[in-house]
Protein backbone atom coordinates (compact mmCIF):
# COMPACT_ATOMS: atom_id res chain seq x y z
CA UNK A 1 0.00 0.00 0.00
CA UNK A 2 1.18 3.21 -0.99
CA UNK A 3 2.54 5.53 1.94
CA UNK A 4 0.03 8.40 1.63
CA UNK A 5 1.01 10.09 5.28
CA UNK A 6 2.87 13.19 3.45
CA UNK A 7 -0.75 14.87 2.28
CA UNK A 8 -0.42 15.65 6.24
CA UNK A 9 2.16 18.13 5.50
CA UNK A 10 1.33 22.12 5.62
CA UNK A 11 1.67 22.36 2.28
CA UNK A 12 -2.00 20.97 1.73
CA UNK A 13 -5.67 21.75 2.80
CA UNK A 14 -8.47 19.59 4.23
CA UNK A 15 -9.75 20.36 0.59
CA UNK A 16 -6.70 18.88 -1.35
CA UNK A 17 -6.51 15.73 1.60
CA UNK A 18 -10.33 14.83 0.54
CA UNK A 19 -9.86 15.23 -3.42
CA UNK A 20 -6.68 12.53 -3.06
CA UNK A 21 -8.80 10.39 -1.47
CA UNK A 22 -11.76 10.85 -3.80
CA UNK A 23 -9.56 10.19 -6.85
CA UNK A 24 -7.75 7.28 -5.14
CA UNK A 25 -11.06 5.65 -4.60
CA UNK A 26 -12.22 6.80 -8.63
CA UNK A 27 -8.64 5.62 -10.39
CA UNK A 28 -8.82 1.69 -8.05
CA UNK A 29 -12.41 1.44 -9.65
CA UNK A 30 -11.64 2.93 -12.86
CA UNK A 31 -7.94 2.35 -14.10
CA UNK A 32 -5.29 0.05 -13.73
CA UNK A 33 -6.31 -2.44 -16.43
CA UNK A 34 -4.15 -2.71 -19.87
CA UNK A 35 -5.10 -0.58 -22.65
CA UNK A 36 -5.06 -2.37 -25.76
CA UNK A 37 -2.73 -1.30 -29.32
CA UNK A 38 -5.16 1.30 -30.44
CA UNK A 39 -4.04 4.43 -28.17
CA UNK A 40 -6.30 6.96 -29.65
CA UNK A 41 -9.29 5.30 -28.48
CA UNK A 42 -8.01 4.28 -24.88
CA UNK A 43 -6.75 8.27 -24.90
CA UNK A 44 -10.33 9.45 -25.79
CA UNK A 45 -12.34 6.94 -23.70
CA UNK A 46 -9.97 8.48 -20.56
CA UNK A 47 -10.36 12.06 -21.34
CA UNK A 48 -14.34 11.73 -21.78
CA UNK A 49 -14.46 9.75 -18.35
CA UNK A 50 -12.08 11.88 -16.78
CA UNK A 51 -14.43 14.83 -17.86
CA UNK A 52 -17.28 12.99 -17.15
CA UNK A 53 -16.48 12.59 -13.36
CA UNK A 54 -15.21 16.31 -13.27
CA UNK A 55 -11.90 15.98 -12.64
CA UNK A 56 -11.00 17.81 -16.09
CA UNK A 57 -12.01 20.89 -14.50
CA UNK A 58 -9.06 20.92 -12.20
CA UNK A 59 -6.91 21.36 -15.25
CA UNK A 60 -9.06 23.42 -17.76
CA UNK A 61 -10.05 26.34 -16.03
CA UNK A 62 -8.74 26.28 -12.73
CA UNK A 63 -10.07 25.00 -9.52
CA UNK A 64 -9.48 26.48 -6.37
CA UNK A 65 -10.17 24.55 -3.15
CA UNK A 66 -11.98 27.45 -1.42
CA UNK A 67 -14.56 27.69 -4.80
CA UNK A 68 -12.91 30.08 -7.34
CA UNK A 69 -13.34 28.68 -10.44
CA UNK A 70 -10.67 31.24 -12.64
CA UNK A 71 -7.67 29.98 -10.78
CA UNK A 72 -5.40 27.02 -11.16
CA UNK A 73 -4.96 25.26 -8.04
CA UNK A 74 -1.52 24.02 -8.15
CA UNK A 75 -1.79 21.61 -5.20
CA UNK A 76 -4.83 20.13 -6.71
CA UNK A 77 -3.13 19.64 -10.19
CA UNK A 78 0.19 18.14 -8.91
CA UNK A 79 -2.36 15.39 -6.25
CA UNK A 80 -4.14 14.67 -9.83
CA UNK A 81 -1.23 13.85 -11.50
CA UNK A 82 0.40 12.16 -9.02
CA UNK A 83 -2.61 10.01 -8.22
CA UNK A 84 -3.41 9.48 -11.72
CA UNK A 85 0.48 8.46 -12.79
CA UNK A 86 0.50 5.56 -10.07
CA UNK A 87 -2.50 4.12 -11.61
CA UNK A 88 -2.10 4.34 -15.45
CA UNK A 89 0.07 6.53 -17.65
CA UNK A 90 -1.96 7.48 -20.46
CA UNK A 91 -4.85 8.47 -17.29
CA UNK A 92 -2.34 10.92 -16.17
CA UNK A 93 -1.26 12.28 -20.20
CA UNK A 94 -5.29 12.40 -21.07
CA UNK A 95 -5.50 14.89 -17.66
CA UNK A 96 -2.26 16.90 -18.49
CA UNK A 97 -2.41 17.23 -21.69
CA UNK A 98 -6.65 19.21 -21.69
CA UNK A 99 -4.59 21.75 -19.62
CA UNK A 100 -1.38 22.20 -20.99
CA UNK A 101 -3.64 22.55 -24.40
CA UNK A 102 -5.97 25.54 -23.16
CA UNK A 103 -3.67 26.88 -20.79
CA UNK A 104 -2.99 30.27 -22.80
CA UNK A 105 -6.68 30.10 -23.58
CA UNK A 106 -7.07 30.31 -19.88
CA UNK A 107 -4.93 32.80 -19.50
CA UNK A 108 -5.43 35.06 -22.09
CA UNK A 109 -8.57 34.14 -24.23
CA UNK A 110 -11.27 36.15 -24.92
CA UNK A 111 -14.49 35.71 -23.23
CA UNK A 112 -16.03 34.22 -26.53
CA UNK A 113 -13.03 32.03 -27.35
CA UNK A 114 -13.51 30.88 -23.80
CA UNK A 115 -16.53 29.86 -23.80
CA UNK A 116 -16.15 28.06 -27.06
CA UNK A 117 -13.62 25.83 -25.47
CA UNK A 118 -13.27 25.83 -22.13
CA UNK A 119 -16.41 23.78 -21.29
CA UNK A 120 -16.23 21.31 -23.77
CA UNK A 121 -12.51 20.24 -22.99
CA UNK A 122 -12.95 20.34 -19.23
CA UNK A 123 -16.03 18.14 -19.67
CA UNK A 124 -14.29 15.78 -21.97
CA UNK A 125 -16.41 16.54 -24.92
CA UNK A 126 -13.15 18.09 -26.93
CA UNK A 127 -9.48 17.63 -26.90
CA UNK A 128 -6.76 19.86 -26.26
CA UNK A 129 -3.11 20.04 -27.80
CA UNK A 130 0.18 22.34 -27.20
CA UNK A 131 1.58 23.16 -30.18
CA UNK A 132 5.41 25.31 -29.35
CA UNK A 133 8.20 22.74 -30.58
CA UNK A 134 9.47 22.38 -33.72
CA UNK A 135 12.20 20.40 -35.57
CA UNK A 136 14.81 22.67 -35.53
CA UNK A 137 13.06 24.63 -32.15
CA UNK A 138 12.53 22.44 -28.92
CA UNK A 139 13.98 23.96 -25.60
CA UNK A 140 15.58 27.22 -28.29
CA UNK A 141 12.22 28.61 -28.60
CA UNK A 142 13.94 31.51 -30.11
CA UNK A 143 14.68 29.69 -33.37
CA UNK A 144 10.83 29.32 -34.13
CA UNK A 145 10.31 28.87 -37.79
CA UNK A 146 6.90 28.88 -38.01
CA UNK A 147 4.83 31.82 -39.01
CA UNK A 148 1.87 33.92 -39.13
CA UNK A 149 1.16 36.73 -42.10
CA UNK A 150 -0.92 39.05 -41.52
CA UNK A 151 -3.47 39.05 -45.27
CA UNK A 152 -6.21 41.34 -44.32
CA UNK A 153 -9.28 39.13 -42.17
CA UNK A 154 -6.97 36.36 -41.61
CA UNK A 155 -3.22 35.39 -40.17
CA UNK A 156 -2.51 33.06 -42.78
CA UNK A 157 0.27 30.08 -40.97
CA UNK A 158 3.19 28.28 -42.85
CA UNK A 159 5.76 25.93 -40.85
CA UNK A 160 5.69 22.55 -39.01
CA UNK A 161 5.34 21.66 -35.34
CA UNK A 162 6.77 18.45 -33.73
CA UNK A 163 6.49 16.10 -30.83
CA UNK A 164 3.28 17.66 -30.52
CA UNK A 165 1.25 15.44 -27.60
CA UNK A 166 -2.77 15.06 -28.52
CA UNK A 167 -1.24 15.55 -32.39
CA UNK A 168 -3.56 13.79 -34.53
CA UNK A 169 -6.62 13.47 -31.95
CA UNK A 170 -7.01 16.45 -31.14
CA UNK A 171 -9.99 18.96 -31.65
CA UNK A 172 -7.85 22.34 -31.23
CA UNK A 173 -4.96 23.27 -30.80
CA UNK A 174 -2.85 26.19 -29.33
CA UNK A 175 -0.42 26.93 -31.92
CA UNK A 176 2.86 29.10 -31.56
CA UNK A 177 4.25 31.10 -34.64
CA UNK A 178 6.43 34.36 -35.26
CA UNK A 179 3.59 36.84 -36.77
CA UNK A 180 4.74 39.31 -39.58
CA UNK A 181 2.62 42.05 -41.45
CA UNK A 182 1.99 42.13 -45.20
CA UNK A 183 4.91 42.98 -45.80
CA UNK A 184 6.84 39.89 -43.78
CA UNK A 185 8.39 41.98 -41.24
CA UNK A 186 8.01 41.24 -37.89
CA UNK A 187 5.09 42.23 -35.54
CA UNK A 188 4.55 42.12 -32.10
CA UNK A 189 5.71 43.45 -28.59
CA UNK A 190 8.15 45.82 -28.02
CA UNK A 191 11.85 45.52 -28.47
CA UNK A 192 13.88 43.27 -30.59
CA UNK A 193 14.47 39.88 -29.01
CA UNK A 194 13.54 36.93 -31.26
CA UNK A 195 10.80 36.14 -29.54
CA UNK A 196 9.03 39.61 -29.00
CA UNK A 197 7.09 38.74 -32.29
CA UNK A 198 5.65 34.95 -31.11
CA UNK A 199 1.82 35.22 -30.88
CA UNK A 200 -0.59 32.29 -29.81
CA UNK A 201 -3.61 31.46 -32.06
CA UNK A 202 -6.47 29.09 -31.61
CA UNK A 203 -6.40 26.75 -34.17
CA UNK A 204 -9.40 24.12 -34.50
CA UNK A 205 -8.59 20.76 -36.47
CA UNK A 206 -9.97 20.89 -39.90
CA UNK A 207 -8.90 23.63 -41.14
CA UNK A 208 -7.64 23.88 -44.55
CA UNK A 209 -3.84 24.28 -44.90
CA UNK A 210 -3.64 22.24 -41.44
CA UNK A 211 -2.40 18.68 -41.63
CA UNK A 212 -0.71 15.96 -39.65
CA UNK A 213 2.54 15.05 -41.30
CA UNK A 214 3.42 12.44 -38.94
CA UNK A 215 2.69 10.20 -36.30
CA UNK A 216 5.36 9.65 -34.13
CA UNK A 217 5.55 6.55 -31.89
CA UNK A 218 8.00 6.56 -28.91
CA UNK A 219 9.13 3.85 -26.11
CA UNK A 220 5.41 4.64 -24.02
CA UNK A 221 2.86 4.95 -26.39
CA UNK A 222 0.23 8.03 -26.40
CA UNK A 223 -0.70 9.93 -29.83
CA UNK A 224 2.04 12.09 -30.42
CA UNK A 225 2.52 13.67 -33.84
CA UNK A 226 4.17 16.69 -36.60
CA UNK A 227 2.10 19.28 -37.86
CA UNK A 228 2.26 20.91 -41.10
CA UNK A 229 0.68 24.51 -42.04
CA UNK A 230 0.78 25.09 -45.53
CA UNK A 231 -1.20 28.76 -46.43
CA UNK A 232 -3.94 27.57 -43.34
CA UNK A 233 -5.96 30.48 -42.84
CA UNK A 234 -7.03 31.44 -38.87
CA UNK A 235 -9.43 34.49 -38.81
CA UNK A 236 -8.41 37.25 -36.78
CA UNK A 237 -10.29 36.64 -33.81
CA UNK A 238 -8.25 33.41 -32.70
CA UNK A 239 -5.15 35.46 -31.65
CA UNK A 240 -4.93 35.05 -28.12
CA UNK A 241 -4.12 38.14 -26.56
CA UNK A 242 -2.01 41.07 -28.21
CA UNK A 243 0.38 39.68 -31.09
CA UNK A 244 4.02 39.46 -29.62
CA UNK A 245 2.65 37.94 -25.90
CA UNK A 246 2.69 34.52 -27.19
CA UNK A 247 5.97 33.82 -26.10
CA UNK A 248 5.15 35.15 -22.06
CA UNK A 249 1.66 33.34 -22.87
CA UNK A 250 3.59 29.87 -23.32
CA UNK A 251 6.18 30.61 -20.50
CA UNK A 252 3.50 30.97 -18.12
CA UNK A 253 1.21 28.17 -19.20
CA UNK A 254 4.22 25.87 -19.18
CA UNK A 255 5.58 28.07 -15.16
CA UNK A 256 2.07 26.06 -14.07
CA UNK A 257 2.14 23.14 -15.34
CA UNK A 258 5.87 22.05 -14.81
CA UNK A 259 5.42 21.35 -11.18
CA UNK A 260 2.71 19.19 -12.44
CA UNK A 261 5.77 17.40 -14.33
CA UNK A 262 7.13 16.12 -11.38
CA UNK A 263 4.15 15.04 -9.75
CA UNK A 264 3.35 12.78 -12.34
CA UNK A 265 7.15 11.65 -11.95
CA UNK A 266 6.39 10.77 -7.89
CA UNK A 267 3.48 9.34 -9.07
CA UNK A 268 5.27 6.59 -11.48
CA UNK A 269 8.03 6.82 -8.66
CA UNK A 270 5.97 5.77 -5.79
CA UNK A 271 4.08 2.88 -7.76
CA UNK A 272 7.57 1.53 -8.53
CA UNK A 273 8.59 1.66 -4.77
CA UNK A 274 5.41 -0.23 -3.79
CA UNK A 275 6.17 -2.53 -6.74
CA UNK A 276 9.54 -3.14 -4.87
CA UNK A 277 8.48 -3.34 -1.48
CA UNK A 278 5.83 -6.41 -2.21
CA UNK A 279 8.08 -7.99 -4.50
CA UNK A 280 10.98 -8.12 -1.51
CA UNK A 281 8.52 -9.56 0.97
CA UNK A 282 7.14 -12.35 -1.13
CA UNK A 283 10.54 -13.18 -3.33
CA UNK A 284 12.20 -16.04 -1.40
CA UNK A 285 15.90 -16.74 -1.95
CA UNK A 286 18.57 -18.93 0.12
CA UNK A 287 16.65 -19.55 2.95
CA UNK A 288 14.91 -15.92 3.22
CA UNK A 289 12.93 -13.11 1.65
CA UNK A 290 14.83 -10.56 -0.44
CA UNK A 291 13.46 -8.31 2.54
CA UNK A 292 16.16 -9.73 4.69
CA UNK A 293 19.07 -8.88 3.04
CA UNK A 294 20.51 -5.66 4.05
CA UNK A 295 21.68 -4.74 1.14
CA UNK A 296 17.99 -4.63 0.27
CA UNK A 297 17.08 -2.78 3.04
CA UNK A 298 19.71 -0.27 1.89
CA UNK A 299 18.52 -0.03 -1.46
CA UNK A 300 14.52 0.87 -0.13
CA UNK A 301 15.93 3.39 2.43
CA UNK A 302 17.20 5.80 -0.35
CA UNK A 303 14.49 5.25 -2.79
CA UNK A 304 11.93 6.31 0.16
CA UNK A 305 14.60 9.19 0.88
CA UNK A 306 15.17 10.38 -2.34
CA UNK A 307 11.02 10.12 -3.19
CA UNK A 308 10.49 12.41 -0.13
CA UNK A 309 13.02 14.58 -1.04
CA UNK A 310 11.65 15.45 -4.83
CA UNK A 311 8.14 15.20 -3.05
CA UNK A 312 9.37 18.50 -0.98
CA UNK A 313 10.49 20.50 -3.34
CA UNK A 314 7.31 19.35 -5.77
CA UNK A 315 4.60 20.34 -3.16
CA UNK A 316 7.38 23.73 -2.30
CA UNK A 317 6.80 24.62 -5.77
CA UNK A 318 2.90 24.28 -5.66
CA UNK A 319 2.37 25.98 -2.86
CA UNK A 320 4.73 29.10 -3.31
CA UNK A 321 2.45 29.40 -6.00
CA UNK A 322 -1.05 28.98 -4.75
CA UNK A 323 -0.73 30.82 -1.24
CA UNK A 324 2.26 32.76 -1.37
CA UNK A 325 1.46 34.00 -4.96
CA UNK A 326 4.90 34.55 -6.08
CA UNK A 327 6.23 33.27 -9.71
CA UNK A 328 7.69 29.96 -9.31
CA UNK A 329 10.21 29.98 -12.49
CA UNK A 330 13.16 28.47 -10.02
CA UNK A 331 11.25 26.33 -7.98
CA UNK A 332 9.36 24.48 -10.46
CA UNK A 333 12.58 23.91 -12.37
CA UNK A 334 14.25 22.88 -9.44
CA UNK A 335 11.05 20.67 -8.51
CA UNK A 336 10.53 19.42 -12.25
CA UNK A 337 14.24 18.08 -12.30
CA UNK A 338 14.94 16.44 -8.82
CA UNK A 339 11.62 14.88 -9.23
CA UNK A 340 12.37 13.38 -13.15
CA UNK A 341 15.74 12.18 -12.06
CA UNK A 342 14.84 10.62 -8.58
CA UNK A 343 11.68 9.09 -10.30
CA UNK A 344 14.30 7.40 -12.85
CA UNK A 345 16.43 6.08 -10.23
CA UNK A 346 13.84 4.87 -8.00
CA UNK A 347 12.45 3.06 -11.00
CA UNK A 348 15.71 1.92 -12.39
CA UNK A 349 16.75 0.23 -8.98
CA UNK A 350 12.94 -1.09 -8.22
CA UNK A 351 13.65 -2.98 -11.97
CA UNK A 352 17.08 -4.32 -10.70
CA UNK A 353 15.11 -5.63 -7.46
CA UNK A 354 13.39 -7.25 -9.83
CA UNK A 355 15.83 -9.10 -11.75
CA UNK A 356 14.60 -11.34 -15.22
CA UNK A 357 10.63 -10.19 -14.23
CA UNK A 358 11.64 -6.84 -14.45
CA UNK A 359 12.55 -6.39 -17.81
CA UNK A 360 9.57 -9.00 -18.86
CA UNK A 361 6.88 -6.64 -21.35
CA UNK A 362 4.05 -6.26 -19.37
CA UNK A 363 4.98 -6.20 -15.66
CA UNK A 364 4.21 -2.91 -14.13
CA UNK A 365 8.30 -1.95 -13.30
CA UNK A 366 8.78 -2.70 -16.95
CA UNK A 367 5.87 -0.40 -18.37
CA UNK A 368 7.75 2.62 -15.74
CA UNK A 369 10.27 1.88 -17.36
CA UNK A 370 9.28 2.88 -20.24
CA UNK A 371 6.85 5.80 -18.87
CA UNK A 372 9.30 7.93 -16.80
CA UNK A 373 12.04 8.20 -19.65
CA UNK A 374 10.17 10.86 -21.59
CA UNK A 375 9.70 13.00 -18.49
CA UNK A 376 13.28 14.02 -18.35
CA UNK A 377 13.18 15.36 -21.64
CA UNK A 378 9.47 16.78 -22.50
CA UNK A 379 8.51 20.35 -21.12
CA UNK A 380 12.08 21.40 -20.88
CA UNK A 381 14.88 18.61 -20.61
CA UNK A 382 16.96 18.02 -17.51
CA UNK A 383 19.69 20.14 -18.56
CA UNK A 384 17.26 23.01 -19.56
CA UNK A 385 16.14 23.07 -15.38
CA UNK A 386 19.98 23.06 -14.70
CA UNK A 387 20.10 26.49 -16.66
CA UNK A 388 17.11 28.15 -15.64
CA UNK A 389 17.83 27.57 -12.08
CA UNK A 390 21.21 28.56 -13.16
CA UNK A 391 20.41 31.65 -15.12
CA UNK A 392 17.75 32.96 -11.62
CA UNK A 393 20.21 32.06 -8.90
CA UNK A 394 22.96 34.76 -11.09
CA UNK A 395 20.32 37.00 -11.78
Known sequence: MIDRTYLQWPFFEDGHRQLAQELEHWSAAHLGQPHGTDVDAECRSLVRRLGEAGWLSYAVAGHDVGGAADVIDTRALCLIRETLARHAGLADFAFAMQGLGTGAVTLAGTPA?????????????????????EPQAGSDVAAMACTARDD???????????????GGIADVYTVFARTLDATGQPVGGAGSKPTSSISAFVVPAGLPGFEIAERIDVIAPHPLARLRFAGCRVPKDRLLGAPGEGFKLAM???????????????GFARRALDEALAHAKSRHMFGAT??????????????????????????????LRDVVGQRTTREAAMAKM???????????????MHGGLGVRVGSVVESLYREIRALRI???????????VGRDLLG
Not at 152 to 166: C, F, H, M, R, Y
Not at 310 to 315: E, G, H, K, M, V
Not at 339 to 346: D, F, G, H, L, P
Open 113 to 133: QQAQWLPRVARGEAIAAFALS
Open 152 to 166: GDAWVLEGEKTWISN
Open 252 to 266: RTLDIFRASVAAAAL
Open 290 to 319: LADFQLTQAALGEMATALDGAALLTYRAAW
Open 338 to 352: AATETAQRVIERAVQ
Open 378 to 388: YEGATEVQQLI
